[in-house]
């Protein structure tokens, strides 16, 4: 990627339902828009295996997600992979690092959405630890495996990885916390162990690969090795923007936004996952990433007045 010789009308950082929303509705302006991505086109939405309350769409999340993308880039709007490790404000626009490049912007909509928590144990950068159920389970056909989690998502993937596993273990640090009516699927389902009350210390190996998980008994104060052929950690996301001013930013790192999603530095918005008050959905990220590209066109016409 080289650096941009002008200066962008809207920089979108992100690639998920709230950035190519934006896109469309920016581009359809006949303004100048580049969304980034560091990693995977698409998001989390794009490892969604069905998508079913999606209003007007019914399928795979790649698809959904190659659907906007298209759409946008039919307006004009331009994709490019390169990660954004700094934005600073000048004086009527933004100087974006982008892959050590500056790139110049008039607006930016941040739209980074949000990454999969860790434990922050040792061995987790072992082979046979995933994020994500829906890209991994296919490869754990026959194997015992141990889910970390206690919340509707990593009972929910539990059950999944049972199309795939021969055994699941449900491990948790505290009582479960997902629904009643997800309980009592647990109670009927003999194929998932449910263990809680037990803090994972440390993923175990063996041949480089993990083979178990070491945990704190908290009852007996004691530890014990569950043994796995792969481990599936689900305990909560975490937003994407690390590498943003902390003024903008609630104490648990999400972004502060006003009602038309803009937020303490003037010309900068943010949308979806990354946003505080963001209810995670893939429907309601498309419609802030609509509300937040509105907001920076109104932005742009007051700026070249």
Known sequence: MAANNHILDVAIIGSGAAAFTAAIYAARENLTVTTYEREAIGG?????????????????????????????EAFGATTEYGECTAIKKLKNHFELTIDDLPILAK???VATGSERRKLGIPGEDLSGISYCATC????????????VGGGNSA??????????????RLVNRSPLKCTDI???????????????????QEFVAKNGKVSGLKCLLKKTNTTKTFPADSVFVFI???????????????????IETKSDFSTAISGLFAAG?????NIKQTIAAAGEGASAAVAAGKYLEHLSE
Request: some cysteine.
């Open 182 to 200: 997800l309980k009592k699927r647990l109670a009927k389902e003999p194929r998932i162990t449910v263990t809680t009350d037990a803090v994972p």
């Open 107 to 109: 607006t930016v909509i």
């Open 273 to 277: 996952d990354c946003r505080a008050g």
């Open 236 to 254: 909560g996301m975490v937003p994407a923007t690390s590498f943003l001013p902390p003024k903008i930013l609630t104490a648990d790192g999400f």
């Open 155 to 168: 009972v929910q993937e539990s059950f999944f990885l049972l199309k795939y596993a021969k055994s699941v």
């Open 136 to 147: 991994d389970g296919p490869l754990v056909a026959g194997q015992n495996v141990i889910v």
């Open 44 to 72: 989390l939405t794009a490892i969604i295996s069905k998508i079913e309350n999606y209003p007007g769409f019914t399928g795979t999340g790649a698809d959904l997600m190659q659907k906007m993308r298209a759409q946008a």
